[in-house]
């Protein structure tokens, strides 16, 4: 538990500092979202396409 509104905002700006900055992604061919952000060229798939969910328009 956080004890002031500020000690959480750090703890979450730190965390996705981390997430973005740090740590690689396999979806990103093993890049952090920053490389792979700043990579020239598309990145090649790492997950099979899905199909699309209906939704409850066609009721």
Same mark, same amino acid.
């Given at each position: 538990?956080?004890? /002031?509104?500020? &000690? +959480?905002l ?15 992604? %396999? *979806?990103?061919?093993?890049? /952090?979202?920053? &490389? +792979? ?16 969910? %209906? *939704?409850?328009?066609?009721?």
């Open positions: 538990m956080f004890k /002031t509104y500020g &000690e +959480a750090n703890a979450v700006s730190k965390a996705i500092d981390y997430y973005n900055r740090v740590r690689p992604h %396999m *979806s990103c061919n093993y890049l /952090t979202p920053n &490389e +792979a952000y700043t990579k020239k060229g598309a990145l090649s798939s790492k997950w099979k396409k899905r199909n699309k969910v %209906m *939704s409850n328009s066609h009721l």
